[in-house]
């Protein structure tokens, strides 16, 4: 089974970017779709992001379309959210996740089988 760990996240002012990574270890990532989650104070845990297998593919949520970018370098075990023009609205904690059993892009959390500890992202305003 996989594991693995998020990091990158931070306090930003809005309009500012991050880059939030994934690092993962114990098999390789590459028979897994992985996407981005995000969990704001009081609500439910909720799709940000997935990208196939071998990177050929994306989805995004449409709150995040046109301003994040998932990707991924799987012989280096890793996965990447590039956030632009971030808003206060995107604040939550943020998930790496895994998908092992799903062909094609899983986006929704009964999907994944393998998270993260997440990593928090504030945008004040």
């Known amino acids: 089974q996989v594991q693995v760990v998020e990091s990158g996240g931070g306090l930003v002012q809005a309009g500012d970017s991050l880059r939030l990574s994934c690092a993962a270890s114990g098999r390789a990532i590459s028979t897994y779709a992985m996407g981005w989650f995000r969990q704001a104070p009081g609500k439910e845990r909720e799709f940000v992001a997935v990208i196939s297998r071998v990177g050929s593919s994306t989805t995004y949520a449409d709150s995040v379309k046109g301003r994040f970018t998932i990707s991924r370098d799987n012989a280096k075990n890793t996965m990447q959210l590039q956030m632009n023009g971030l808003k206060p609205e995107d604040t939550a904690v943020y998930y790496c996740?895994?998908?092992?059993?799903?062909?094609?892009?899983?986006?929704?959390?009964?999907?994944?089988?393998?998270w993260g500890q997440g990593t928090q992202v504030t945008v004040s305003s």
């Open positions: 996740a895994a998908s092992s059993g799903f062909r094609g892009l899983p986006s929704m959390v009964r999907d994944y089988d393998v």
